[in-house]
């Protein structure tokens, strides 16, 4: 019996043929994408091994620490996106300012090259996330406006999670082959989950509203909390099992700590297009034009019917 294997190589180049108005080659963007973070993938495998491990010395665009894999991760993806040759601008978690790759290129990407960097240390998981838009002048442009979105996550396997606006798609790292594999065809999340995913320790720190939906979960007869404290596994967990993650305001974090362009658009795109829902402050994050490059956001997305029994108590 033959079986059937689609490649990601197999998948963006048959998902190019629905979009005969595509003004560059986005495959091929998505392709050097790709080899970056293969090449992450087996640099995070054996970080206990090498001299990948800790901190720079740095501080990032956030006055936050840099560990050595942020920084390798962050050259990497410039260096071979660049060389794609497809990227005007690339605004990245760890530059201060927007970078001019290619002046001629047809798109300007938006990435978090090593999300929950804290988790580096003790072998949990992290992930890359990535947001794409065609390119023009303005680059605060509402979320909805992203052509395509994804996130790899470093786990206990290596998953990359893509959707260009026609259903999310789940690709596993096959190291035997050296290629993402087809492994979930277009995900739905359930309607309705049990899980909430939140950093509760910061509940003094909630508004009223946020202590009451919380108090009132635990109510609920298969309550169920788990929090990774890396979005991407908050989030993929949420994605396939259902439930709500929250990253809302409180006192320490006014605004909220999550950023806007470079982590919440692109998750809360999948999120949107695997049929759940997502809020910011009065909307969909998707809805609001950034300010500027790094705004940060709350960010809530999950379950449909978990998101509107959360935007009752809001
Ligand atoms: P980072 O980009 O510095 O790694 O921070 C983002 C991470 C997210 O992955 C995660 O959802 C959040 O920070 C966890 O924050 P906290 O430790 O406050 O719960
Ligand atoms: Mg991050």
Partial sequence: MLH?????????????????QAKGNLPLLLLQ???????????????????????????????????????????????????????????????????????????????????????????????????????????LKKGSEQIAAGYVMYGAGTVLVYSSGHGVNDFTFDPAVGSFLLSHINIKIPQEGNTYSINEAYFPKYSDPMKQFLSQWKEKPKASARYVGALIADIHRTLLKGGIFLYPTDSSHPEGKLRLTIEVNPIAFLVEQAGGETFATSSSPLDVTPQHIHERSPFIAGSPTNVKEYKKYV
């Fill in 33 to 139: 994408l790709e080899n970056a973070v293969k090449i992450i993938a087996s640099h995070v495998r054996k970080a206990g091994l090498s001299d990948v491990l800790g901190q720079t010395g740095k501080v990032n665009a956030f006055s936050e620490e840099v560990q050595k894999l942020d920084e390798f991760s962050n050259s990497l993806l410039i260096k071979t996106l660049t060389s794609s040759g497809q990227v005007h601008t690339i605004v990245s978690e760890e530059l201060s300012d927007a970078h001019v790759a290619s002046p001629n290129g047809s798109y300007d990407i938006f990435f978090d090259p090593l999300d929950g960097s804290s988790n580096i240390d003790t072998n949990n998981p992290i992930g890359t996330i990535f947001s794409i838009y065609h390119h023009t002048d303005n680059l």
């Fill in 4 to 20: 059937s294997v689609t490649t990601f190589t197999d998948f963006i180049l048959e998902d190019e043929e629905k979009y005969p």
